[in-house]
Nanobody, 120 residues
Framework: QVQLVESGGGLAQPGGSLNLSCAAS????????MGWFRQAPGKGREMVAT???????NYTDSVKGRFTISRGNAEHTVWLQMNDLRPEDTAVYYC??????????????WGQGTQVTVSS
């Protein structure tokens, strides 16, 4: 079983920055995709950034040029550097870890979420 713990959320001013981290533990050896999703109040869950190992990263259009996803050398830790934050970035951010074969999802695990609030 894979366990994910997010941290780094909090309150930021518009134009500010936050750096989210996600630490994966447990049976992580089959994980080959990690990413970040977010869910704002009253809205559906949105993909923010995903990183399939040995593949280019994917970003949703609204964060391109502002957010950067990265991973550690061990490939079981991911960060989300969030720059030039906007109020519409306010959401609970969730880390995901997936095992995929090609484009087929084998399993997916989620962290507990970390709140990001952007407000002046």
């Amino acid at each position: 079983q894979v366990q994910l713990v997010e941290s780094g959320g909090g309150l930021a001013q518009p134009g500010g920055s936050l750096n989210l981290s996600c630490a994966a533990s447990g049976s992580t050896f089959t994980v080959n995709v990690m990413g970040w999703f977010r869910q704002a109040p009253g809205k559906g869950r949105e993909m923010v950034a995903t990183m399939k190992y040995n593949k280019p990263v994917n970003y949703t259009d609204s964060v391109k040029g502002r957010f950067t996803i990265s991973r550690g050398n061990a490939e079981h830790t991911v960060w989300l550097q969030m720059n030039d934050l906007r109020p519409e970035d306010t959401a609970v951010y969730y880390c995901s870890a997936q095992a995929r074969a090609g484009e087929i999802l084998i399993y997916e695990c989620w962290g507990q979420g970390t709140q990001v609030t952007v407000s002046s």
